[in-house]
C-alpha cells in the first residue's frame, strides 16, 4: 500500500521547523487550539499541488518549504506518472518538496526533478483524499452531491456522460454558429451585393492577364507615330543610303568596299583574312538592321482612331484598379476571391439548413443519453443511500435515513427525458439533492438544511468511507471531521476511522480524546514560549505522554486523575475494539 510516510515543515505559518512522522494506520494529530495543528493539512495540500498563499510563509523568512516521503507500491500508475515526470524514486520512496516564497513565487520537485505544480495534483488525485471543514460546506452544494453519486455510480455513469459531454460541446458549436449565421443574415447580404457589383463590374470590362501593360506600351508608340517614323527612315539612310540622294555616302556601302580590300589581300595573311571574316559578319547585321528599320517604318500605325480606342481601354482598366487592385493582377486576383466568397455566402442558406438538421440531430441524442444518465443516477443513487445509510448506523446514528432525489427541471427550450422536456446542462438534465432524515418520522430534507453540524460530520465520513470500499485512495485526510461531534457518536467515528484504517492510511486532525484514542499513533503539536513550533515540537505520543495528552483534552487538566482514569478507559477500550 502507499503511505505519507513523514512531512518536513519550515517556516509555514506558526511551524518553524518540524517533522511529522505518520503511521502506516491511523494517525492522530492533536494539541491546543491555535497551536498549528491545521498546518499539517496545509502543508499536505502544498504537496499535492494546492494554491500556494505567500500569507502562509513566516513573517521574517523568505519562503516557507514542504518535503514529503511517499512509499509507492511498484507498478501503480502513480509511479509510471512520477517516471513520466522525470522522477526517480529512492528506495521505492517518492521524495516531494513544494516552496513558497514570501512574494508568491511556487516551485515543486518530484523525485528530484522540478516539475510543473499541476503534476503535483495529478499524483494527489490518485494517492490521497484530503477533507477538511471547507469540504463539508462542498458536499452542501447540489453540484458536488452530483459529482460524489456519479463518483460512487463508476462506469455506469462514466460512460454515457462521455458521449453525452461531447454530444454536448458540439451542440454548442453548432448552435453558435447558427446564431452567427442567422443574427448576421443582414451583414451577409450586403457584403453578397457588394461582391455582385464588384465582380459584374470585372465581368463587364474582361480584363486579360497582362494587358495593362502591352496596353501602355501600345499608347507610347502611337502617341509618338510622327518621331519614331523620322528617326528610322534617318536610321535606315544612314545604314543603307538614301534612293533620292546617288551621292550619299551609307555605312554599308562602306563596309562592302572594306570587305573587299581585305579578301583581295587575304590569302597572304591569316590575321587579315579573320578581320575580312568579322567585316563581312559586320555588312550582314547592317543588313538585317536596315531591312527592319524598313519595316518597322512601314508597319508603324499612326491611326489617330486606334490611339483612341487604347486610351479608351485603359481608361476602363484603370477603374477597376482604382478598385480591386494596384494591377490588373491584383483585380483578377480580387475576382477569383469574391467569387469564392460569394459561393460561400451564397451557400449560407444551405449550411443553415444543414446546421439545423444536425442541432435537431443532436437534441435527440442528447435525449437518449440524458436518459441512459438519469436511469443510471437513479439506480446508483439507490445503492448509494443504502451503503451511506448503514455507514450511519455504525456512527451513533442507527434510525438516520440518507436518501437521494433525483429530478429535472421543465423547461421549454430543453431535451426530452421521460417523456418531459427539461433543462439541460454539461453534465445531463438531472439534478442531484442528497436527503438525510435523522429519525423515524421525520421527513428527509437536504442535508444543507436538516443536518446540524455534527451530523454533517458523520454524514462525510459515511460518504468516504463508502467510496473507500468502491473507489479506494492509499491516504485519507480528515481535518476535524468531528466538529460539532461529542460523546457516544465521537466513539464510534474513532471506531470507523480505525476501521478504516485497517484499508488505508488514515490521519486525523482532532480535539476529541475518543477518536485520538483509537489512533495507532498520537502526533502532540505544540508551540514554545516564543509562539512558534520548532523541531520538537511535533512528538509522537506513547505511554505515560499520551495519557495525559488525552487527559487533557478530556478535561483540560493534565494532572487531573479521573481525567486520567478516563483517558485510560478510552485507551483500553480502543485497544480491545481492535
Known amino acids: 500500500m502507499s503511505v505519507l510516510e513523514e512531512m518536513r515543515i519550515r517556516s509555514l505559518g506558526v511551524i518553524d521547523d518540524a517533522v511529522v512522522e505518520l503511521s502506516p494506520g491511523f494517525t492522530a494529530v492533536t494539541g491546543e487550539t491555535g497551536a498549528g495543528k491545521t498546518m499539517v493539512v496545509t502543508s499536505l495540500g502544498l504537496l499535492l499541488g494546492g494554491r500556494a498563499d505567500p500569507a502562509l510563509v513566516r513573517i521574517g523568512a523568505k519562503a516557507a518549504v514542504v518535503e514529503g516521503r511517499i512509499a509507492l507500491r511498484p507498478g501503480t500508475s502513480a509511479v509510471l506518472r512520477a517516471e513520466e ?10 521524495l516531494v518538496s513544494r516552496t513558497v516564497s514570501a512574494e508568491g513565487r511556487s516551485r515543486a520537485f518530484l523525485g528530484g526533478r522540478s516539475v510543473p505544480v499541476g503534476v503535483l495534483a495529478e499524483l ?26 456519479d463518483r460512487y455510480a463508476g462506469d455506469a455513469v462514466a460512460g454515457p456522460l462521455a458521449k453525452y459531454a461531447g454530444a454536448y460541446r458540439r451542440l454548442r458549436a453548432v448552435a453558435g454558429e ?19 457589383f464588384g465582380l459584374n463590374e470585372i465581368a463587364a470590362v474582361e480584363p486579360l492577364p497582362g494587358e495593362d501593360a502591352e496596353l501602355a506600351a501600345e499608347a507610347g508608340r502611337l502617341g509618338h507615330a510622327e518621331a519614331l517614323a523620322s528617326a528610322a527612315a534617318v536610321a535606315h539612310a544612314a545604314l543603307a543610303g538614301n534612293p533620292e540622294d546617288p551621292e550619299s555616302v551609307d555605312a554599308t556601302t ?42 518597322y517604318a512601314d508597319d508603324l500605325d499612326a491611326d489617330p482612331l486606334r490611339l483612341a480606342a487604347v486610351e479608351e481601354r485603359r481608361a476602363s482598366l484603370t477603374a477597376l484598379t482604382r478598385k480591386y487592385g494596384e494591377d490588373i493582377a491584383a483585380v483578377l486576383g480580387w475576382a477569383e476571391e469574391g467569387a469564392a466568397r460569394l459561393a460561400e455566402l451564397d451557400g449560407d442558406d444551405g449550411r443553415i439548413e444543414e446546421l439545423s438538421a ?27 443511500a443504502e451503503a451511506v445509510t448503514a455507514e450511519l448506523a455504525s456512527l451513533a446514528m442507527p434510525h438516520a435515513r440518507v436518501s437521494f432525489a433525483v429530478g429535472q427541471s421543465e423547461d421549454p427550450e430543453g431535451v426530452e427525458v421521460g417523456g418531459r422536456t427539461v433543462a439541460y446542462g454539461p453534465t445531463g438534465a438531472d439534478e442531484v439533492e442528497l436527503l438525510l432524515a435523522p429519525h423515524p418520522g421525520a421527513p428527509p430534507r437536504p442535508i444543507a438544511k436538516g443536518a446540524s453540524g455534527g451530523e454533517l460530520s458523520r454524514v462525510m465520513l459515511a460518504v468516504e468511507v463508502v467510496f473507500a470500499g468502491t ?38 486532525v482532532t480535539h476529541l480524546p475518543q477518536v485520538a484514542a483509537f489512533a495507532d499513533r498520537q502526533l502532540l503539536v505544540e508551540k514554545t514560549n516564543d509562539g512558534t513550533v520548532t523541531r520538537s515540537g511535533v512528538t509522537v505520543l506513547e505511554g505515560e505522554d499520551r495519557v495525559r495528552e488525552l487527559s487533557r483534552m478530556l478535561a483540560g487538566q493534565e494532572d487531573s486523575e479521573t481525567a486520567r482514569a478516563h483517558a485510560e478507559e478510552l485507551l483500553a477500550a480502543a485497544r480491545a475494539d481492535g
Not at 492509499?474 to 484504517?501: M, N, Q, S
Open 471 to 508: 473507489d479506494p485512495v492509499p491516504t485519507y485526510l480528515f481535518d476535524e471531521v468531528d466538529a460539532g461531534v461529542g460523546g457516544k457518536a465521537a466513539v464510534e467515528i474513532g471506531r470507523r476511522l480505525a476501521k478504516l484504517a485497517k484499508s488505508a492510511q488514515v490521519v486525523v
Open 124 to 149: 494527489a488525485d490518485e494517492l490521497v483524499a484530503v477533507h477538511g471543514q471547507t469540504d463539508q460546506q462542498g458536499l452542501l452544494r447540489p453540484a458536488r452531491q452530483r459529482e460524489a453519486l
Open 358 to 384: 444536425e442541432r435537431d440531430g443532436l437534441r435527440s441524442e442528447l435525449s437518449v443519453l440524458a436518459q441512459e444518465l438519469t436511469d443510471a443516477r437513479t439506480e446508483a443513487a439507490a445503492r448509494f
Open 178 to 196: 447558427l446564431e452567427e449565421l442567422t443574427t448576421r443574415a443582414r451583414e451577409r447580404a450586403q457584403e453578397a451585393d457588394l461582391l455582385r
Open 254 to 295: 562602306l563596309v562592302a568596299g572594306a570587305h573587299r580590300a581585305l579578301e583581295a589581300v587575304r590569302s597572304h595573311d591569316p590575321a587579315l583574312a579573320a578581320l575580312a571574316e568579322r567585316i563581312g559578319e559586320v555588312a550582314i547585321l547592317l543588313g538585317d538592321v536596315a531591312g527592319e528599320l524598313a519595316g
Open 85 to 94: 515526470a522525470g522522477a526517480e524514486l529512492d528506495e521505492g520512496a517518492l
